[in-house]
């Protein structure tokens, strides 16, 4: 049996603190019993949060699955939308267990490379600020920036949750039609943040796509709104490896 902060954690229903507060506050129960700080389950319990059932995972595999889709615009990043959107989650396949969680979300307006698990766990370090992982990003802006401008986004720019800066920014490519194309890279992921670095400095985003997470790519050869299975291995290359299985 596993702890019920790990376990619920590893379905991607919070993180093991948030869970560990909600325990605290008597909305969890096991099996009709108000859960304690402690208490284990296993797949099989019933297990409800605030009086609804929750699906657990199956433990026993040693680890989960990774999976890497090319998103394209026009779908959101939640399991249900109020504007009757498509969502990147019809795309998917069943998970072989427990469900897929994201990793990050991609705006309505920006393509390219989405990650998803059925490591709840391994979701929450990957998306903590605390871990640093490097997001990189095709992007074309109008207009053609000065170095000024690139120098203000290197060294930082106040936005209203905060300063943000880029690591490198790369031109790619200059077109005539007033539009300029850079990659980026930055390590934190806050809600739009590469568009409104770049209205910071005064020039509007026409496009963007994520083109790497960490270190997983996004292959050449994958269509928009196709999945590929991946290694989740792949993942210890940057010091991020998945929850190992309970005892």
Avoid: C
Avoid at 49 to 76: C, F, M
Avoid at 109 to 115: Q, V
Avoid at 120 to 145: I, W
Avoid at 156 to 161: Q, R, T
Wanted: proline share 6%; no cysteine; hydrophobic share 35%.
């Amino acid at each position: 049996m596993t702890r019920l902060q790990k376990i619920l954690a590893g379905a991607g229903l919070g993180s093991r603190r948030t869970i560990e507060d909600w325990i605290r506050a008597g909305r969890i129960t096991v099996n009709g019993r108000t859960a304690q700080l402690g208490d284990r389950a296993e797949p099989g319990d019933d297990v409800r949060i605030d009086g609804k059932r929750v699906a657990l995972p199956d433990t026993a595999s040693a680890e989960g699955q990774l999976l890497i889709y090319n998103k394209p615009l026009d779908e959101v990043t939640t399991r249900s939308d109020p504007q009757g959107r498509r969502t990147v989650f019809e795309s998917l396949p069943p998970a072989e267990s427990g469900r897929w969680i994201s990793i990050g979300r991609l705006d309505v307006n920006t393509s390219g490379l989405l990650l998803f698990t059925t490591d709840g766990a391994l979701a929450h370090r990957l998306m903590h600020p605390s871990g640093e992982v490097e997001r990189e990003y095709k992007v074309t802006v109008r207009g053609q920036p000065t170095a000024d401008a690139l120098g203000r986004l290197r060294d930082g720019v106040m936005l209203e949750d905060g300063p943000a800066r880029f690591d490198t920014i790369t031109p790619v490519l200059s077109k005539a039609g007033g539009e300029a194309t850079f990659k980026v890279i930055l390590r934190e992921g806050r809600n739009r943040e590469v568009r409104r670095m770049w209205t910071a400095v005064g020039h509007e985003v026409s496009r963007l796509a994520r083109t790497r997470y960490g270190p997983v790519e996004l292959p050449a050869d994958l269509p928009m709104g196709r999945w590929r299975l991946i290694p989740i291995g792949i993942l210890a290359t940057v010091g991020l490896k998945p929850a190992a299985p309970s005892i």
